[in-house]
């Protein structure tokens, strides 16, 4: 497959090289050679060992977990391919930190999305590749196309398939008022119930108060929600909707960033199964029983096969 006289060549940092060898090999290509490593100072050192003259590249680099490290990586692997005369340079993030910081929610906020979308640019990105950014605005935040894929089908086709044609005692609950219309459609491709839980705290140290709004009672509940970090909200919801009569509750994102103390409450929750994306690799000691990881390596490979072929990637979405 060379549509248009040059060659395309997967490159990946540190931050998710198992999904990068996935997708790559999906391909049918191996990945690129380089080296990224660190001086003894701490600053990263990268080598590309192939000529990208004119190629098609894409950089696959979650920014997650050491995020400063992981997104320096990106960025001076864009500057080295680009200083290498790469034709075209796709950065592929699966998972996009600072993505929680896109506004000012207080006076004298810094707006981290769009300094980080700045700098991806900056560094000399022509394109981004990204899954199931935390605000879909962020978008707009880039001066460079942005193409913006879905988890949500992939954790969809699983529940189909688990739950087959016993979908009638199932509810999708969104966990709060922000995750209404990610649930809204998660529901819709189940053709299932959704459910709501209304959060408020009536005043500064008082323990939240949860409304459930939607019937629950006796029912199958999946949370849907696009990551999952501490794990407080989702574990605070599933535990609530066993107080008030599910049968069983199912947790379910994209993004399982799963940090501080998100696997031991996960462990000892009401949780029976969170089913998770491989965007951000999953660390040896998070790999506990109550957690299944589907990869996304078929999605992106696709998108890539497309970015590079000049199809429109518009019905890559409508599929989804």
């Given at each position: 497959?060379?549509?248009?006289?040059?060659?395309?060549?997967?490159?990946?940092?540190?931050?998710?090289?198992?999904?990068?060898?996935?997708?790559?090999?999906?391909?049918?290509?191996?990945?690129?050679?380089?080296?990224?490593?660190?001086?003894?100072?701490?600053?990263?050192?990268?080598?590309?060992?192939?000529?990208?003259?004119?190629?098609?590249?894409?950089?696959?680099?979650?920014?997650?977990?050491?995020?400063?490290?992981?997104?320096?990586?990106?960025?001076?692997?864009?500057?080295?391919?680009?200083?290498?005369?790469?034709?075209?340079?796709?950065?592929?993030?699966?998972?996009?930190?600072?993505?929680?910081?896109?506004?000012?929610?207080?006076?004298?906020?810094?707006?981290?999305?769009?300094?980080?979308?700045?700098?991806?640019?900056?560094?000399?990105?022509?394109?981004?590749?990204?899954?199931?950014l935390h605000a879909a605005q962020l978008q707009g935040f880039f001066d460079i196309p942005v193409d913006h894929l879905?988890?949500?089908?992939?954790?969809?086709?699983?529940?189909?398939?688990?739950?087959?044609?016993?979908?009638?005692?199932?509810?999708?609950?969104?966990?709060?008022?922000?995750?209404?219309?990610?649930?809204?459609?998660?529901?819709?491709?189940?053709?299932?119930?959704?459910?709501i839980i209304d959060k408020r705290r009536p005043k500064a140290n008082v323990c939240e108060i949860m409304n459930i709004?939607?019937?629950?009672?006796?029912?199958?509940?999946?949370?849907?929600?696009?990551?999952?970090?501490?794990?407080?909200?989702?574990?605070?919801?599933?535990?609530?909707?066993t107080d008030i009569g599910a049968t069983e509750v199912y947790a379910c994102c994209t993004h399982g960033v799963l940090?501080?103390?998100?696997?031991?409450?996960?462990?000892?929750?009401?949780?029976?199964?969170?089913?998770?994306?491989?965007?951000?690799?999953?660390?040896?000691?998070?790999?506990?029983?109550?957690?299944?990881?589907?990869?996304?390596?078929?999605?992106?490979?696709?998108?890539?096969?497309?970015?590079?072929?000049?199809?429109?990637?518009?019905?890559?979405?409508?599929?989804?």
């Open positions: 497959m060379n549509l248009h006289g040059k060659d395309i060549k997967i490159f990946s940092g540190n931050a998710n090289r198992e999904l990068a060898e996935e997708i790559a090999t999906k391909i049918g290509l191996p990945l690129g050679a380089s080296v990224v490593t660190s001086f003894s100072d701490g600053e990263i050192s990268i080598s590309i060992n192939e000529v990208v003259r004119g190629s098609d590249v894409f950089i696959v680099q979650s920014t997650c977990t050491p995020v400063n490290d992981n997104l320096i990586e990106l960025l001076i692997l864009i500057d080295a391919l680009k200083r290498a005369s790469a034709g075209r340079i796709t950065a592929v993030i699966p998972y996009f930190g600072y993505a929680r910081q896109d506004r000012k929610a207080k006076a004298r906020d810094p707006i981290s999305a769009k300094l980080v979308a700045n700098l991806i640019t900056t560094a000399g990105a022509d394109r981004v590749l990204t899954m199931d879905l988890g949500s089908p992939l954790l969809a086709q699983y529940f189909l398939k688990k739950f087959s044609n016993s979908l009638e005692d199932v509810v999708v609950v969104s966990p709060d008022i922000g995750s209404v219309g990610r649930s809204r459609k998660f529901a819709e491709k189940l053709d299932v119930p959704l459910a709004i939607g019937d629950v009672k006796n029912k199958r509940v999946i949370l849907v929600d696009d990551m999952i970090d501490t794990g407080g909200t989702i574990v605070n919801a599933a535990n609530a909707l940090s501080g103390p998100a696997i031991d409450r996960i462990r000892t929750s009401s949780i029976k199964e969170l089913i998770t994306l491989n965007t951000i690799p999953m660390a040896k000691e998070k790999k506990i029983s109550k957690i299944t990881t589907l990869s996304v390596a078929d999605v992106f490979a696709e998108a890539i096969e497309r970015i590079y072929g000049d199809i429109s990637i518009s019905t890559l979405f409508t599929q989804q």
